[in-house]
């Protein structure tokens, strides 16, 4: 038989003309569709992904023998089951190291002191956290530390804060505020080398001028002369950077593509797709899961 395919997700105006086993089959498909259409962030999961090329398949396959159509129910009936499942999971994760919590969180604020008082880089363990619903709180530095493009962990609690860390003196424990967890693991914004190089270059300038208001303000002449070589050091690795992107044109606004992992030794989540994406979707980035990660 020959299927007129859907050009959108319903019925075919000629429906009527098919048997029972091939309306079943057109059926199935339309829910299928609907699945992928009422949660499109089912794309981006690497489990899912298999089923949706299958289904591809199937949808441009029109000509369907009968002797197909026992095997294409059996993997309908497969797909509507695991993207059923997968849109209704809402798994929860515990710290399964509790016990190390208190430890951790003194080694934390221990370096926080630290950067605080400028012994080491002021983003040093650094802590932030973004909500949907207080979205001005917080999110310019949000967004700031993701923008210097390195990987930092990221935790999403049960009360829906979306929180991100520096991965020097953190632990997801600690980023998560030893709350149980929706999702967890390591975050990168995805940018070309250029863009990367840029920002670096920025980082590079603003750390140079922390360190000759530093010079300014202090009055040992030895730490002056060091602060200050440290300085010259830095601008002049940003005139490196400068030079490499002499003809760049900076982006003009953030970079929204996110990659993210499950990568958490902490909370070891797994299968928790949904409300990751819905959260980061929600603090302004679309998701792409880690083609290289172990844990996605």
């Known amino acids: 038989m020959k299927f007129a395919r859907f050009t959108s997700f319903s019925f075919l105006s000629n429906f009527g003309f098919y048997n029972p086993q091939e309306i079943s089959i057109l059926e199935k498909e339309g829910k299928v569709a609907k699945l992928l259409q009422d949660n499109k962030w089912l794309v981006q999961v690497p489990l899912a992904k298999p089923f949706i090329t299958r289904f591809l398949t199937i949808q441009t396959n029109n000509s369907v023998c009968a002797e197909n159509i026992p095997s294409l129910n059996i993997e309908l009936d497969g797909m509507i089951e695991a993207f059923?499942?997968?849109?209704?999971?809402?798994?929860?994760?515990?710290?399964?190291?509790?016990?190390?919590?208190?430890?951790?969180?003194h080694s934390h604020l221990a370096t926080r002191k630290m950067a605080r008082n400028n012994v080491i880089e002021?983003?040093?363990?650094?802590?932030?956290?973004y909500k949907a619903d207080l979205r001005n709180h917080n999110a310019e530095n949000f967004h700031a530390m993701l923008q210097r493009g390195q990987k930092v962990l990221w935790a999403l609690?049960?009360?829906g804060y979306l929180s991100i860390g520096d991965p020097q003196g953190n632990k997801h424990s600690v980023v998560a505020a030893g709350k149980v967890?929706?999702?967890a693991g390591i975050a990168q914004i995805k940018m070309c080398d250029r863009t990367d190089l840029y920002w670096s270059m920025k980082d590079t300038t603003s750390r140079a001028s922390e360190l000759e208001r530093r010079a300014v303000a202090t009055s040992n002449g030895k730490e002056k002369t060091e602060l200050l070589d440290v300085a010259e050091h830095l601008r002049l690795q940003a005139d490196d950077f400068r030079n490499v992107l002499r003809g760049f044109i900076p982006p003009l606004d953030i970079q929204r593509i996110i990659e993210l992992d499950f990568d958490s030794g902490h909370y070891a989540p797994r299968e928790?797709?949904?409300a990751s994406t819905a959260a980061w979707n929600e603090a302004g980035y679309i998701v792409e899961w880690s083609k290289t990660a172990k844990f996605v």
Do not use: C, Y
């Not at 059923?84 to 969180?105: G, K, R």
């Not at 002021?122 to 956290?129: F, L």
């Open 84 to 105: 059923e499942a997968m849109a209704s999971a809402s798994p929860t994760f515990e710290n399964h190291q509790p016990d190390a919590l208190v430890f951790e969180l």
């Open 122 to 129: 002021r983003n040093t363990a650094k802590v932030i956290s």
């Open 157 to 159: 609690d049960v009360d």
């Open 181 to 183: 967890v929706k999702g």
């Open 272 to 274: 928790a797709w949904k």
